[in-house]
């Protein structure tokens, strides 16, 4: 069969530096493991946090630790950090940090480095994507952070904080990675990531691929792997990202061993893929959200009747299972599945109840105006949940209609708060303070917004203040009730996060973030 440009192109990816003379070959006693993974794209740099995107960050945590990072559950835990003491008022959190860890070049970790890499970090000339939610702009402003001694590090905040750990925490600041001052050149501009991660830089390729090595002396936490903490032992000897943006190119790649992971597929490939022997799938929820949001403004759809009406006609069950070929599972909570705060409030939700939809579109005083629901093809599950939606709602007498835009003309409509009903996808945020802000706040100020209500505003500024998880769910709790009532959104499914793996690989899973991890994963000759 002849091999086109594209697959050439991959097969010299894969070889690519690997070459090796005879005597080399004898010298070497085992052959290297190498642990290949797609990149749709290239990477945009290896500095943590800065010219960043999802792919540059699936990258860089293969490389960089912070203080903390998130677990499975989504809530920040220790990484670096051995312990974390919160003073009574909730400024000042003091991190214990771990003894025996070492950056890629030898040196042991101390206080010092974290000092280091927090000033560089707010120091503007970095460009640090997540500035401005530390020095005042965001929920929280660091005030002082100083070093007692070797093993301690203080930060000082300027209130209490709910979400200063989830932000240190955070994939697109780079997890506040802790580096060496040796990761900058004499002239202090960027040169590679000398951090304290389970694999090395070693080579970067653009175009094509980035190599990292394994880092012999990488220091793991006792205990099981947790999200981005736990152990992270690293067990290959390379890690490879392959640049392969078309799909049915890293498919057909995976199928043939030479790529051992994909990260990310598509729902429809999954079946197929679990019926093929020498392929592994692993899908999870994500913690992004999928629904109907809803203009509470419009002359119409103001009336709550009508959109408790529009909740009651939605077999929820049945439109997810179509729209998700059968992986999603119906969730009507702005707190994720995965989250710690899941729990049996938020699995309560409304019920499909057609007669009981008639009934309420009666009483709100519809008389069959034409409702209009903008989707677009972008998303392929948003699109699909949009058509289902419409039947179900025509089903029981609401005259809604589709309106297909291009993403960037919906997401200037959602912006500008001109809709009725759309079809929208909201990507994940690890605290469930942060899934409601997205959507909660004035809508004079910020039409975006969906949920204006002073009340619920009151509950969700009280659940980014407070630290004790108990209070926090009971608002969380509260907030879950008002929702339902409320139906800003017609909220359906998480997002969806399927990865698939040739035979030879042991260990990997997809994670919620949709990042991949290289980390506790063999490949087998």
């Given at each position: ?30 052959p290297a493991s190498t ?266 759809l103001g009336k709550v ?124 945020r690890m605290d469930p ?93």
């Amino acid at each position: 069969m002849r091999r086109t440009k594209t697959d050439l192109l991959v097969a010299a990816l894969l070889c690519g530096g690997l070459t090796q003379g005879p005597m080399q070959a004898q010298a070497q006693a085992k052959p290297a493991s190498t642990l290949k993974i797609q990149l749709r794209a290239d990477i945009r740099s290896i500095n943590p946090g800065v010219n960043r995107d999802a792919n540059t960050d699936g990258v860089v945590i293969q490389m960089v630790e912070g203080l903390v990072a998130y677990g499975e559950d989504a809530l920040p835990k220790p990484l670096l950090a051995e312990k974390i003491d919160v003073s009574p008022d909730g400024r000042s959190y003091s991190f214990a940090l771990r003894p025996g860890v070492k950056f890629h070049n030898g040196a042991p970790l101390t206080s010092a480095d974290v000092l280091w890499s927090w000033r560089r970090y707010m120091d503007p000339r970095t460009d640090w994507r997540c500035l401005s939610e530390f020095d005042g702009r965001g929920q929280v402003k660091v005030e002082d952070v100083s070093a007692p001694d070797d093993r301690t590090v203080v930060f000082r905040l300027d209130k209490p904080s709910a979400l200063f750990l989830s932000s240190l925490a955070r994939t697109d600041c780079g997890m506040t990675a802790i580096l060496h001052r040796d990761s900058l050149k004499p002239d202090g501009s960027f040169d590679k990531p000398i951090g304290t991660g389970p694999f090395k830089f070693a080579e970067w390729r653009r175009g094509e691929y980035i190599r990292l090595e394994r880092f012999a002396d990488y220091a793991a936490r006792p205990g099981k792997t947790d999200g981005l903490t736990g152990a992270k032992t690293p067990l290959v000897d390379e890690v490879r990202f392959l640049v392969i943006p078309d799909n049915a190119t890293a498919k057909a790649a995976l199928l043939s061993g030479e790529v051992d992971v994909v990260p990310d597929i598509a729902n429809t490939d999954i079946a197929e893929m679990k019926s093929n022997r020498a392929v592994q799938t692993s899908v999870v929820s994500s913690m992004g959200l999928v629904g109907l949001i809803i203009q509470t403004r419009d002359p119409l759809l103001g009336k709550v009747e009508l959109r408790q009406a529009i909740a009651a006609a939605i077999d929820g069950k049945e439109l997810v299972a179509a729209t998700t070929d059968g992986l999603g599972t119906l969730n009507n909570s702005i707190v994720p599945m995965q989250s710690a705060y899941y729990g049996p409030v938020q699995k309560q939700g409304w019920s499909f109840d057609p007669a009981a939809a008639r009934k309420l579109s009666a009483e709100a005083g519809y008389k069959g105006e034409t409702i209009t629901m903008l989707a677009n093809k972008r998303y392929p599950e948003s699109f699909d949940a949009a058509v289902v939606a419409q039947q179900m709602l025509q089903a029981v007498g609401l005259k809604v209609e589709i309106e297909v835009l291009e993403w960037a003309t919906q997401l200037d409509r959602y912006t500008k708060g001109n809709y009725q009903i759309q079809a929208f996808p909201y990507s994940g945020r690890m605290d469930p303070a942060l899934s409601y802000d997205s959507m909660t706040g004035p809508k004079d100020k910020q039409p975006r917004k969906l949920w204006d209500d002073p009340q619920v505003q009151a509950l969700l500024d009280k659940s980014m203040i407070v630290n004790d998880k108990a209070e926090r769910q009971a608002i969380f709790d509260e907030l879950h009730r008002r929702f339902l009532a409320d139906v800003p959104m017609v909220m359906l499914y998480n997002g969806i996060v399927g990865g698939a793996m040739g035979a030879r690989v042991k260990g990997y899973v997809s994670t919620m973030s949709g990042l991949p991890r290289a980390w506790e994963v063999t490949a087998e000759p």
